[in-house]
Nanobody, 123 residues
Framework: QVQLVESGGGLVQAGGSLRLSCVAS????????MGWFRQAPGNQRELVAY???????NYADFVKGRFTISRDNAKSTAYLQMNSLKPEDTAVYYC?????????????????WGQGTQIIVFA
């Protein structure tokens, strides 16, 4: 069983940057496709970005050009670099892992989830 642990959340002023990390237990991280989601109060959880086990990436339109997803298989860690943060980026951010390389927006197809980390962006 793989466990995911996020870190790096916090309070930041608009225009600032944060980097989230998601560390996976076990030794199969390199086979897992990873996604970052977020959920703001009163909203549904939404896909922010994903990275396949081969390193291909994709972003939601609302973060393109501002956020970068990456992974370091040697450290079993996925990252989300967030720049030019806006108050509307305020949410709990979750990393998820899935074995299948498809349907990244479908939360019920993820096999593993982290506990979430809070981001608050103030104006």
């Amino acid at each position: 069983q793989v466990q995911l642990v996020e870190s790096g959340g916090g309070l930041v002023q608009a225009g600032g940057s944060l980097r989230l990390s998601c560390v996976a237990s076990g030794n199969i991280f390199r086979f897992i496709n990873m996604g970052w989601f977020r959920q703001a109060p009163g909203n549904q959880r939404e896909l922010v970005a994903y990275i396949t086990n081969g390193g291909s990436t994709n972003y939601a339109d609302f973060v393109k050009g501002r956020f970068t997803i990456s992974r370091d298989n040697a450290k079993s860690t996925a990252y989300l670099q967030m720049n030019s943060l806006k108050p509307e980026d305020t949410a709990v951010y979750y990393c998820g892992g899935k074995r299948r390389d498809n349907n990244y927006a479908a939360q019920n197809e993820y096999d593993y989830w982290g506990q979430g980390t809070q981001i608050i962006v103030f104006a």
